[in-house]
C-alpha cells in the first residue's frame, strides 16, 4: 500500500475528482442493480402488499438513489470552490503582507535617516 500513499501534491484534486465519481457511479451502479431485481416483484401481484405501496417504495427507492449520487458530486463542487476560495484569500494574504512589509522596511529606512543627520 505504500506505493499509493506517495501522491504528488498536484495530482490530488484530480485524484479527488475521480475517486468521488467512482464513488457515484459504483452507487448508480449498484441502485441500478438492486432496481432491476426489485422490478418483477414490484410488478407482480401479491397478497401480502398492495401494487402501489410497493411502486411507491421501488420509486422512492430510485429517487434516493439518485439524489444520493446527486448530493456526492454536489458537497464535491462545494469542497473545490471553497479551496479555490481558500487559495485567492492566501493569494491575496501573501501580497498584503509584502506590501505591509515593504512599507515598514521603507519607514524604518527613512527614520533612521533621520536620526543620523
Not at 4 to 29: K, T
Not at 39 to 47: D, E, G, K, N, W
Not at 50 to 55: G, P, Q, V, Y
Not at 61 to 75: E, G, I, P
Request: with cysteine; proline share 2%; net charge positive.
Amino acid at each position: 500500500m505504500r506505493v499509493f500513499d506517495r501522491v504528488p501534491s498536484e495530482n490530488l484534486d484530480g485524484r479527488e475528482m475521480h475517486l468521488i465519481l467512482l464513488a457515484c457511479s459504483a452507487i448508480i451502479v449498484l441502485a441500478a442493480g438492486l432496481a432491476l431485481f426489485m422490478y418483477p416483484i414490484v410488478i407482480s401481484q401479491t397478497a401480502l402488499t398492495s401494487a402501489r405501496t410497493m411502486s411507491a417504495a421501488f420509486i422512492g427507492f430510485c429517487v434516493l438513489s439518485m439524489l444520493l449520487a446527486v448530493y456526492l458530486v454536489d458537497r464535491q463542487a462545494t469542497i473545490k470552490r471553497l479551496r479555490r476560495q481558500l487559495g485567492e484569500e492566501r493569494r491575496r494574504s501573501s501580497e498584503a503582507l509584502k506590501q505591509a512589509s515593504a512599507n515598514s522596511w521603507k519607514r524604518w529606512r527613512t527614520s533612521v535617516r533621520f536620526k543620523t543627520n
